[in-house]
């Protein structure tokens, strides 16, 4: 493969340890296709299903540093910004959307002409939407986003510039919507910060203009702490990136502007105090005829004319303001802050769901406190039940071997550095039959592998950083997954992995196919497995699957010995039970902390097994006013009227399998 088509990732993998960009196989989907524009080369993605008469949006991506030549190739829908557009393992989209995606040696001017081109033979068809056209790149790309619509003004709805500074006129991109996101450490951002404080001031900001957390005026700007130059994947898994540019509408009215002129952002209150609101909302080119403001998620008071002030009275914690605005003619834009009352943290839980033995648990905590809040456990107390981890962000997850009641001392700060000791106490209960529990998973380096579950969204390798996760298991969902790291290829000898099992198994081993751009093989020891009919899709990455019984026991792997073998990257392996196995979810949340009247309130509801992902309703019984569940399980809203309140909840998983419990729920 030519070295121009392999350059576009490497920023973005290195240091992830997915693999090196050399090894990506990457296979389009039927929906991209080659196209020409004089020298510029490009690959177009068709959506599916479009329906006659109707126009769609454009979105335009340019890909990074560095290219050979011109030449264009589907290895450049790879790139998080193109395939954000598309949901890339699913290839669905919320939206049908065109998507170019061009390639380029160094810079990007010389195709502005070509791509718009590109982009007008669509809307001259009847097909894209002028009203609807975005634009994004990473790195190079970035700069290439800039300098876009600078050349252009006025002719893209929405810009989504990664990983680059910005150089030119600020009064030229003032009134395009641009979300501009980098790494803290990126040194080719460096000076980022200070040209979104520029481009705020001229939009008539008159505070420090570098703070990310300001929403409603021109740019928006995120910054993520500890990262470098790879930022893409980062700025497009974590935000709703295409959600605020589909908002985004370029119909000649520009957006408004607004901000909090008090209070600021994070300003200090005690309990009781009235909190004085001034809300400063301008329209560039019109008026502003309606400001909403909101208080904890609940509307407040609107405004139909200035001043935008009012005052409430703050109640402990953190308070969420927000408002929006809306022009004459018809847009709107959306500002935040909030405001706190010094607390202590608490974490107000009845109990936690229960768990299973050899089953997968995930239990996020929500502890109350100022600013963000952080976990530990205290080791000095207990130990987490064997099986089970927690991450500083509040994640309980594992696979339990040993049923019982285990007591769960955690310390839970917030930015205040306000400190509490929980404790908690975990009911783990016995195993489905045909389950299989695994224990002391070691590999040669005397490290214990990760144990998981094969489900969508899961990582297969622990150094995939996430980004590489499961978009099609094929039947193998929920089997338990052994997670090796993907660089330990290079292993030789007849002991990479070995692990003990508690009843006869079949172990399945994954390791990555190239029969697209490139070719690999086996280990000669795999040779003897049953290879399965069918693969597993993890994004850009597809896998072969060999299968083997084992009996109980202690069960070694050998290594895949990248230079006798010329295996490209690790396997990993999946684990199932000889018996006959029910995978149908079955709710674990037993109580439902009590909810606080007029104050936010968000629980998840949780769940064991499932296939695919599920979905949640409510089958009977009644919500509190202001709270509502949706699909994914997650009850929120500001509770309005005092009372406890029962209901049923069901969950379905993908195969159709439901389970269905009864909760009950306060509101003090």
């Known amino acids: 493969m030519n070295k121009r088509n392999l350059i576009i990732f490497i920023l973005i993998l290195c240091g992830t340890g997915v693999l090196s960009a050399q090894d990506i196989d990457y296979k389009a989907f039927p929906e991209w296709s080659w196209g020409k524009e004089d020298s ?10 479009m329906k006659p008469g109707e126009v769609y949006p454009i979105a335009l991506f340019m890909h990074g540093c560095c290219g050979k030549d011109y030449t264009a190739s589907p290895r450049n829908a790879v790139d998080p910004p193109a395939r954000m557009w598309h949901n890339f393992g699913a290839n669905t989209q919320k939206i049908p959307t065109y998507i170019i995606s061009a390639a380029t040696s160094r810079g990007w001017s ?24 975005y634009v994004t790149g990473f790195s190079m790309g970035g700069r290439g986003t800039w300098q876009f619509i600078q050349e252009y003004p006025g002719y893209f709805a929405a810009a989504l510039p990664m990983g680059m500074d910005f150089q030119g006129d600020p009064e030229l991109v003032k009134n395009i919507p641009v979300w501009t996101n980098q790494g803290e450490t990126d040194w080719y951002c460096r000076g980022l910060s200070e040209n979104v404080a520029i481009i705020r001031k001229v939009n008539g900001y008159p505070f420090d203009g ?12 995120s910054n993520f ?38 209070p600021r952002f994070k300003e200090k209150y005690v309990t009781g105090e009235k909190v004085q609101v001034r809300i400063n909302a301008k329209d560039p080119d019109g008026n502003i005829e309606k400001v909403e403001f909101f208080v904890a998620g609940k509307l407040f008071k609107t405004f139909t004319k200035e001043p935008f002030e009012t005052e409430f009275v703050i109640q402990n914690g953190d308070t969420q303001l927000s408002t929006i605005v809306y022009d004459n003619g018809g847009k709107t834009e959306y ?9 202590n943290p608490s974490l107000d839980m009845g109990e936690l769901p229960y768990a299973r033995v050899g089953a997968l648990y995930e239990k996020q905590l929500q502890a109350n406190g100022n600013g963000t809040i952080k ?13 089970f981890s927690l991450t500083e962000n509040g994640l309980l997850k594992g696979i339990p071997i040993k049923e019982g009641r285990f007591p769960v001392s955690l310390i839970i700060s917030d930015e205040d550095n306000d400190r509490v000791e929980v404790e908690l106490e975990l009911e783990v209960r016995r195993k489905r039959t045909g389950e299989v529990v695994i224990y002391q998973t070691m590999n040669t380096f005397n490290c214990p592998s990760v144990i998981t579950k094969a489900r969508l969204w899961e990582i297969p390798h622990f150094n995939a950083d996430n980004e590489i996760n499961f978009s099609n298991l ?15 290829a290079e292993v030789a000898g007849e002991e990479y992995l070995s692990f003990v099992v508690n009843d006869e198994v079949q172990v399945y081993v994954a390791y990555e196919k190239f029969d697209n751009l490139f070719t690999s093989t086996i280990p000669e020891w795999l040779k003897s497995w049953e290879k399965e009919d069918k693969e597993i899709v993890a994004q850009y990455r597809y896998f072969d699957v060999y299968k083997k019984s084992f009996p109980r026991g202690k069960i070694i792997l050998p290594g895949g010995d990248v230079i006798k073998n010329k295996v490209k990257a690790n396997y990993f392996v999946m684990v199932q039970g000889s018996g006959e196995m029910d995978y149908a979810p079955e709710i674990s949340t037993t109580s439902l902390p009590s909810a606080a009247l007029n104050q936010p309130y968000q629980q998840q509801l949780d769940r064991l097994y499932g296939i695919g992902e599920v979905k949640w309703k409510l089958i009977s019984g009644k919500l509190p006013e202001g709270l509502e569940l949706c699909e994914c399980g997650v009850l929120s809203g500001t509770p309005g009227k005092k009372g406890k309140f029962k209901f049923t909840m069901e969950v379905t998983d993908l195969n159709g399998n439901s389970s269905r419990a009864n909760l009950s729920f306060k509101v003090r």
């Open 474 to 488: 094929n039947g193998f969902d929920e089997l338990t997954l052994i997670q090796t790291d993907s660089r330990d």
């Open 110 to 133: 010389q195709h502005f002409k070509n791509l718009k081109k590109v982009i007008d033979n669509l809307v001259e068809k009847g097909q894209g939407d002028p009203a609807r056209i």
């Open 210 to 221: 570098t703070v990310t957390w300001e929403t409603g005026v021109n740019p928006r700007y």
């Open 335 to 343: 500002a935040r802050t909030v405001v706190q009352v010094d607390i």
């Open 225 to 262: 702490k500890g990262i470098g130059h790879g930022v893409q994947w980062m700025a497009a898994s974590t935000q709703d990136l295409t959600g605020w540019a589909y908002s985004k509408i370029n119909d000649g009215n520009t957006h408004p502007i607004v901000f909090f002129e008090s």
């Open 40 to 49: 510029t080369e490009y690959m177009l993605y068709t959506p599916k299903n």
């Open 375 to 387: 976990y530990e456990v205290n080791y000095g107390e207990n130990l987490l039940p064997a099986g």
